[in-house]
């Protein structure tokens, strides 16, 4: 009896020990088994884009309304125009709207602190709200005046307010003696560590501007540009804008291969150390045979907004949006 109880016992011990192996070796649900092994939280998958809407007025005018961006909440739309009222060509404005279903307010400018009577577009926020980074033509850049670097400005207080510093240039390790355009902002929530992706002109790129990356150092600046070839192309490479989770970017280029002149692009990539995917044009439900560019995308990756110059506008270039179903796999 002694030895059918020992037997027992380690029959009991066996079949825990199986058990508990197989829970190790098995990924929790929401996640799954990547080849090497190693498993991730569940990729989110989007369904197909929607017919593009013209977001209208105010927003959109017999003007340049273009290079908008949205913020986390919805409530709060950044955009540049070159509308009467403004400091210079190009400035930098804001429209907001009491809930996400209510619409949009009067635009206001970001006042003289902000802009110049130089061109002042393309801002972007980092991931706080309290950063912006734009392009200027301002004087007190890396290079002559009117090529362009990319500066930033602090948003004192609450992120419901407007409280912008004075704006500071990046620096010349960023920015150099050519034009930087189109920062993109992204931080990888696991490091922490963001990446500034940017368009430039500068020498020993593929052609026309090419997309670059600047990570961030630990006192929070930003190292050396670095050519991303594999989103870069021999014709023009812009504005670029990451998905939350790092794993999706749309890009703004007339490479070979479009519906027509500048075009949305995207691309891909397994994890935020992965390298990305040959970019796919988002194609002619999206695209038109005019120009589309500037894509940025809500917190949620659900609604996508970019300038269009197409038919059907109110002015010269207008702000579109497209949107798409979230489901998870």
């Known amino acids: 009896m002694r030895h059918v109880g020992v037997l027992l016992a380690t029959l009991v011990i066996t079949v825990v020990a199986l058990s508990v192996g197989t829970a190790l070796a098995t ?5 799954r088994t990547l080849k090497d092994g190693q498993s991730t939280q569940a990729m989110t998958s989007f369904g197909e884009w929607s017919q593009p809407i013209n977001i209208g ?26 509308r009467p009222g403004g400091f210079g060509g190009d400035d930098l404005w804001v429209s907001k709207r009491e809930s996400v279903d ?19 577009s393309l801002a972007v926020l980092d991931s706080s709200e309290h950063i912006m980074y734009f392009h200027s033509t301002r004087p007190g850049g890396c290079g002559e005046t009117g090529t362009g670097d990319l500066w930033m400005s602090r948003r004192r207080g609450k992120v419901t307010n407007d409280n912008w510093s004075s704006p500071v240039n990046l620096g010349c390790i960023v920015n150099t003696s050519a034009t930087e355009i189109a920062p993109a902002f992204y931080e990888n929530e696991d490091t922490e560590q963001a990446t500034l992706y ?23 600046s930003f ?19 990451v998905r939350k989770d790092g794993r999706e970017i749309f890009i703004t280029s007339n490479r070979d291969g479009g519906v027509g002149l500048i075009d949305i692009w995207v691309s891909t990539r397994e994890n935020p150390s992965a390298t990305w995917s040959v970019p796919v ?11 589309d560019g500037s894509p940025a995308l809500s917190k949620d990756g ?24 979230k489901k998870n796999e």
């Open 223 to 241: 190292g050396s540009g670095v050519l991303v070839p594999e989103l870069s192309s021999p014709k023009r490479d812009t504005r670029t804008f």
């Open 102 to 120: 209510s619409p949009w307010g009067d635009p206001e400018n970001l006042g003289p602190v902000v802009n110049s009577q130089y061109a002042d």
């Open 57 to 82: 007025p105010p927003l959109n005018t017999e003007f340049n309304d273009n290079y908008a961006v949205v913020t986390k909440n919805g409530l709060a739309i950044y955009f540049t125009s070159d």
């Open 302 to 325: 659900t609604t996508l907004y970019f300038f269009s110059n197409r038919p059907g506008g109110h002015g010269q270039r207008d702000i579109w949006f497209t949107a798409r179903d």
């Open 281 to 291: 044009n988002l194609g002619a439900v999206v695209n038109s045979s005019s120009d």
């Open 198 to 220: 940017f368009g430039s002109n500068r020498p020993g790129g593929i052609g026309d501007f090419d997309i670059y990356q600047s990570l961030s150092e630990d006192d929070h």
């Open 27 to 31: 990924p929790p649900s929401g996640f």
